[in-house]
């Protein structure tokens, strides 16, 4: 078996329902970069990146062909990471109101835990 620096959640059902409305071949490629992310010690950027001026909040990237998507998520206690919610990425620039919902959601579980 192979060793797992991290370990994927989800909190409710805010990514699932986003997964569930993918075809087939972007969900095998998330599920692909999510394996990726649990079992490398270092991930490239390419896959993982910190937003900038957020507290915590990474994007996941995910690109199958031409179409590009984001996960938003966050860590907790170093080595969990909480997904919060996917889109599908269109423009150049993350739009604010996903960052606003992903961010949103990061204090909400952030709130559940106390």
Same mark, same amino acid.
């Given at each position: 078996?192979?060793? @797992?620096? *991290?370990?994927?959640?989800?909190?409710? +059902?805010? !990514? #699932?329902?986003?997964?569930? %409305?993918? *075809?087939? @071949? =972007?969900? +095998? %490629?998330?599920?692909?970069?999510?394996?990726?992310?649990?079992?490398? #010690?270092?991930?490239?950027?390419?896959?993982?990146?910190?937003?900038?001026?957020?507290? $915590?909040?990474?994007?996941? *990237? =995910?690109?199958? $062909?031409? /179409?590009?998507? *984001?996960? !938003?998520?966050?860590? +907790?206690? $170093? #080595?969990?990471?909480?997904?919060?919610? $996917? !889109?599908?990425?269109?423009? #150049?620039?993350?739009? @604010?109101?996903?960052?606003?919902?992903?961010?949103?959601? %990061?204090?909400?579980?952030?709130? /559940?835990?106390?």
């Amino acid at each position: 078996m192979k060793q @797992k620096y *991290r370990t994927i959640v989800f909190y409710k +059902d805010y !990514f #699932q329902e986003f997964f569930v %409305k993918q *075809r087939e @071949k =972007v969900q +095998d %490629k998330i599920i692909w970069t999510f394996e990726l992310i649990e079992e490398l #010690q270092r991930v490239p950027e390419t896959y993982l990146k910190h937003l900038e001026n957020t507290e $915590g909040l990474y994007e996941i *990237r =995910v690109q199958q $062909g031409s /179409d590009i998507f *984001r996960i !938003f998520c966050f860590f +907790d206690e $170093g #080595q969990l990471v909480v997904l919060a919610t $996917g !889109f599908q990425k269109k423009t #150049q620039k993350t739009p @604010k109101k996903e960052i606003e919902k992903a961010l949103k959601i %990061k204090q909400e579980y952030e709130n /559940d835990k106390k």
